[in-house]
């Protein structure tokens, strides 16, 4: 299918489309509103891996999807950009972050424009007000891309129970993170319930089971594809998880040992503390959501991490859950090229350098 | 029919078994959930008026909704709450308000638990954080539940535009607020089109649609109906201006004056500032924004925009906008009790004390 070979640059094609009708619509009504439609639209269009679309329409091709559905599933999944947004902005106002993909964040920006305009108020109001308020659009908006998909009424209906698990999913996610950091829990199983939720069902897993359902699939086809992206997502979180502590910053983009200095509870680092001795488990906590931690502590922190094992525990971990993701796979018995094209999804998203 | 007599008990009835629905769900997958469910649920619970609810089944029943739909339309309505809460959470965040209807707001009372439980990292970025996410969970909630609506395919299909006009409409709404306190717009204008925004539209012309729309009312039916929400509505955010400034806090539940405290660019304020001479603006100017104005200050901008002419101008135009709604509401025939129940509404609306 002629999507099949630039699958990002159709994603953007339909959120293009959808976000200049949304956001004339609006804007006829009231054109003062032009500065968050823009800044909404610029951010969803600016990039990004498109990797959940991705993963739903493989889903949906493999499962033998009707071609002619294809624009119709394309705007589907193509909305999970959206709820993808409104994650990123809203995490990035929680997290405080300065910049994402090489440009301030939301919040940032507006404070930014305030301050220049030397308007009234606080600027960081400002900057919070609008990164939550565009963060709502974007979710708002999430959905009304996926209601309006041109797809039989029955085949959205369908994909409706799947649609609502994933958001709920997510939020569920991030509050159970936050929660996990302030209070300090450091148990493997507490990272393993984050990043089941956030990254497995939320990145991989629901994603394939919306482009399963969006195809029709048999439910044995769901449940062996849905396996696949538990098991994957899990390994892609894991990958995550080493890279935020030992990734080149040349290549992720982000500083060395940010998620130190961010105090994530990963499983790499409930591992270190389980498996290390008292004085190397003080190193790990010493550095733990230090926000002035050096390069050269970041580098303690690494060597620790590799000597109490818990960098090739992980690494195991990894190869064990792509092995399994794998053979999961193979059952659903997908067409080709999908079986490829996830297999190749699979292999770049548990051994990628960023 | 059973409903017209206890509606907000009838409203509350479906949020209780949706909201126990949905979090019984999630919280199968996830029991580590239960502080964000359970604090969304007592939120949506804990009363309000269920105005929009309100507007939307007299209007549905008005223009002759099948008695067989009414369980149906009564989820997708009641949904209208959870919008509304999402908002509310959001705008308590927004504004640092830290009580509503008697209790601390979301993001206070995670902040406080925070605080007493001694967690890690700052209380307040914990009641942030917390609070961005159960808005957004709200707001994800209010699509699945009126999403879910037990009606027949095409009747919700063709209330879809309008629950996508609304939620855009309000939060465009909100960010135009937001934009005309920072900048200083202090133009009537201005005020007028928030007004437009998030209470017109949002609170009564878009619930009124949305019921008629549900019963599949003729286009001049809808039109007359909308027109009345659209005059109406102008008139309770008049109302809600006048009483921000001298309303009684034994009655409305909020500090005297706390409008001007806050800075709100309303009709009122912009009136009292066009029609003031040089002196007297100076009175109104000084005292908006200033969050320690004392209660004789209060009492000086009182006696200011009562001498500038801005409260009978503020009188005579709710009591033009009624007298047209009122017109309007006639125009749209809906059958009975319908007409005497809006009509009603709309007394209390325009006359209310709180």
Same mark, same amino acid.
């Given at each position: 299918?002629?999507?099949?070979?630039?699958?990002?640059?159709?994603?953007?094609?339909?959120?293009?489309?959808?976000?200049?009708?949304?956001?004339?619509?609006?804007?006829?009504?009231?054109?003062?509103?032009?500065?968050?439609?823009?800044?909404?639209?610029?951010?969803?269009?600016?990039?990004?891996?498109?990797?959940?679309?991705?993963?739903? *329409? *493989?889903? /949906?091709?493999?499962?033998?999807?009707?071609?002619?559905?294809?624009?119709?599933?394309?705007?589907?999944?193509?909305?999970?950009?959206?709820?993808?947004?409104?994650?990123?902005?809203?995490?990035? +106002?929680? =997290?405080?972050?300065?910049?994402?993909?090489?440009? &301030?964040?939301?919040?940032?920006?507006?404070? =930014?424009?305030? %301050?220049?305009? @030397? *308007?009234?108020?606080?600027?960081?109001?400002?900057?919070?007000?609008?990164?939550?308020?565009?963060?709502?659009?974007?979710?708002? *908006?999430?959905? =009304?891309?996926?209601?309006?998909? &041109?797809?039989?009424?029955?085949?959205?209906?369908?994909?409706?129970?799947? /649609?609502?698990?994933?958001?709920?999913?997510?939020?569920?996610?991030?509050?159970?993170?936050?929660?996990?950091?302030?209070?300090?829990?450091?148990?493997?199983?507490?990272?393993?319930?984050?990043?089941?939720?956030?990254?497995?069902?939320?990145?991989?897993?629901? &994603?394939?089971?919306?482009?399963?359902?969006?195809?029709?699939?048999?439910?044995?086809?769901?449940?062996?594809?849905?396996?696949?992206?538990?098991?994957?997502?899990? #390994?892609?979180? +894991?990958?995550?998880? +080493?890279?935020?502590?030992?990734?080149?910053?040349?290549?992720?983009?982000?500083?060395?040992? =940010?998620?130190?200095?961010?105090?994530?509870?990963? +499983?790499?680092?409930?591992?270190?503390?389980?498996?290390?001795?008292?004085? @190397?488990?003080?190193?790990?906590?010493?550095?733990?959501?230090?926000?002035?931690?050096?390069?050269?502590?970041?580098? @303690?922190?690494?060597?620790?991490?590799?000597?109490?094992?818990?960098?090739?525990?992980?690494? %195991?971990?990894?190869?064990?859950?792509?092995?399994? #993701?794998?053979?999961?796979?193979?059952?659903?018995?997908?067409?080709?090229? #999908?079986?490829?094209?996830?297999?190749?999804?699979?292999?770049?998203?548990? @051994?990628?350098?960023?």
């Amino acid at each position: 299918m002629d999507h099949d070979t630039d699958l990002p640059g159709h994603v953007e094609r339909v959120l293009a489309r959808f976000l200049h009708e949304s956001g004339a619509r609006i804007l006829a009504t009231e054109p003062g509103f032009a500065s968050g439609v823009d800044s909404l639209t610029e951010f969803v269009l600016r990039g990004g891996k498109r990797l959940r679309p991705t993963f739903a *329409w *493989w889903a /949906w091709r493999g499962a033998g999807g009707e071609d002619t559905d294809a624009e119709g599933v394309l705007q589907a999944v193509a909305s999970l950009e959206l709820v993808q947004a409104c994650a990123l902005i809203h995490d990035d +106002l929680i =997290d405080s972050s300065g910049s994402r993909r090489g440009r &301030p964040t939301v919040h940032v920006a507006f404070a =930014d424009l305030h %301050t220049s305009q @030397q *308007w009234s108020g606080l600027p960081s109001s400002y900057g919070l007000a609008m990164a939550v308020l565009i963060g709502d659009l974007a979710l708002a *908006w999430a959905d =009304d891309m996926f209601a309006a998909a &041109p797809l039989p009424a029955a085949t959205l209906a369908a994909a409706r129970p799947v /649609w609502r698990a994933m958001r709920t999913e997510v939020l569920a996610g991030q509050c159970l993170d936050i929660h996990t950091q302030a209070t300090g829990d450091a148990s493997p199983e507490a990272a393993l319930r984050v990043s089941r939720l956030k990254t497995a069902a939320y990145t991989v897993e629901r &994603p394939l089971h919306l482009g399963a359902v969006l195809a029709g699939a048999p439910s044995a086809q769901v449940a062996a594809l849905r396996e696949f992206g538990r098991e994957l997502g899990t #390994a892609f979180q +894991l990958r995550d998880d +080493l890279l935020g502590v030992f990734g080149d910053p040349s290549v992720t983009g982000k500083p060395a040992g =940010d998620d130190l200095r961010e105090g994530k509870r990963t +499983l790499l680092i409930a591992l270190g503390l389980r498996q290390a001795g008292p004085a @190397q488990a003080e190193v790990i906590t010493a550095a733990l959501g230090n926000p002035a931690l050096s390069e050269k502590e970041v580098d @303690q922190v690494r060597a620790t991490l590799r000597e109490a094992g818990a960098v090739s525990a992980v690494e %195991t971990r990894i190869d064990e859950l792509t092995g399994t #993701a794998l053979s999961a796979l193979r059952q659903a018995k997908l067409t080709e090229p #999908a079986t490829t094209a996830l297999a190749d999804l699979a292999a770049r998203a548990t @051994q990628r350098t960023h």
